[in-house]
């Protein structure tokens, strides 16, 4: 199984499967996604709008992120992705040297 899996857990109850036309259904789907930062080995949460078939088609890798989850922000697909928050990328990028490099 691919990284990206690698500490997520979801808390849900019963939600919407795929429709038969291909397409997700699009109610609000609030769910808690904990994941631990690769940066700081810290656990996470974020309140993501994702049902279980949602996640269960884009890691089939049938589906790009982008497809079936291109109603989230790009911090929430990352954080799905990676398990780095917004905070763990701004710690990242002010730790460059001086001049950018």
Do not use: C
């Not at 990206?4 to 769910?31: I, Q, W």
């Not at 690769?38 to 656990?43: D, F, M, R």
């Not at 088609?57 to 917004?86: C, M, N």
Request: net charge negative.
């Amino acid at each position: 199984m691919s990284n990206h899996t690698d500490d997520a857990r979801f808390f849900y109850g019963d939600s919407p499967e795929l429709h038969p036309s291909g397409r997700f259904y699009r109610e609000v789907h609030k769910r808690e996604v904990v994941r631990r930062s690769p940066l700081t080995g810290k656990l996470n949460t974020m309140e993501i709008d994702i049902t279980p078939a949602m996640y269960r088609a884009w890691l089939s890798g049938r589906y790009p992120i982008q497809q079936v989850l291109g109603h989230l922000t790009s911090d929430e697909r990352e954080f799905l992705k990676t398990g780095l928050t917004p905070e763990d990328w701004d710690t990242i990028f002010s730790e460059r040297p001086e001049g950018g490099e």
